[in-house]
């Protein structure tokens, strides 16, 4: 089946550690990709898009990911995280400009310790 | 002040009720999405709304309805057909028209609990 995949599901760092949180999807040909976050009680917030163009995305807050087509990846890395980007994160993908649908992965639970 | 709002942010409901979610945007998007969140599965797509008076079903549409007779106004009901409706619910809108390259923005979401 067509999906996404976040293979972290709970991340545990201290902080000023480097952050690399994976997501795959199995859909061929073109596709827009997310990262979002959703900060404990607040909306889920855009982090990043990639659409087309440069592979290495840079996004609020000291974000970037890297789309990788030949592996189907968009990783979501961070240098040197804070006990503030405690949070969810999930990765999404549409295949569809049109539509705008999108399909989520299961979604990384990250908790940075001060 | 610009954005999506959700109503009521908690809801309670015993089973055999129908219940009706808001969802408004004064954003001027065509576009409206409803989600459901469950821990650990990510969001998945219930209905979606492109245009006035026009929606589709996404992937787990059974058991909810909508309508879109504002352009601002996507209500979610969830109905007694749906088998297990205690969720959160996220509401999301985005601008279509401007160009193809844009993405989905959210609402603070509405925590459904069938008692």
């Known amino acids: 089946a067509q999906s996404v995949s976040q293979h972290n599901h709970h991340v545990i760092l201290s902080e000023a550690a480097s952050l690399e949180l994976g997501c795959n999807y199995s859909?061929?040909?073109?596709?827009?990709l997310f990262w979002y976050v959703q900060y404990p009680g607040q909306h889920l917030q855009l982090l990043l898009k990639?659409?087309?163009?440069?592979?290495l995305v840079k996004g609020i807050k000291g974000f970037e990911a890297e789309f990788i087509k030949s592996k189907f990846s968009f990783n979501l890395r961070k240098p040197s995280v804070q006990w503030s980007d405690t949070a969810e994160y999930f990765c999404?993908?549409?295949?569809?400009?049109?539509?705008?649908?999108?399909?989520f992965g299961q979604g990384t639970t990250l908790q940075v310790k001060p | 002040d610009g954005g999506i709002t959700q109503s009521p942010k908690y809801l309670f409901r015993k089973e055999g009720q129908n219940v009706t979610l808001s969802c408004e945007q004064n954003?001027?998007?065509?576009?409206m999405y409803w989600y459901r969140q469950d821990p650990g599965q990510g969001l998945r797509l219930i209905y979606y709304?492109?245009?006035?008076?026009?929606?589709q079903k996404g992937d787990i549409a059974e058991g909810y309805s909508v309508s879109r007779e504002k352009k601002e106004s996507f209500p979610l009901t969830v109905t007694s057909a749906q088998k297990n409706p205690t969720a959160f619910y996220l509401c999301?809108?985005?601008?279509?028209?401007?160009?193809?390259?844009?993405?989905?923005?959210f609402g603070p979401g509405t925590r459904l609990t069938v008692l």
């Open positions: 999301a809108s985005r601008d279509a028209n401007r160009g193809r390259h844009r993405a989905q923005y």
């Open positions: 859909y061929g040909g073109t596709v827009n």
């Open positions: 990639y659409f087309s163009g440069d592979p």
């Open positions: 999404a993908v549409t295949r569809s400009s049109n539509t705008g649908k999108l399909i």
């Open positions: 954003l001027n998007h065509d576009a």
């Open positions: 709304s492109q245009i006035v008076n026009d929606f």
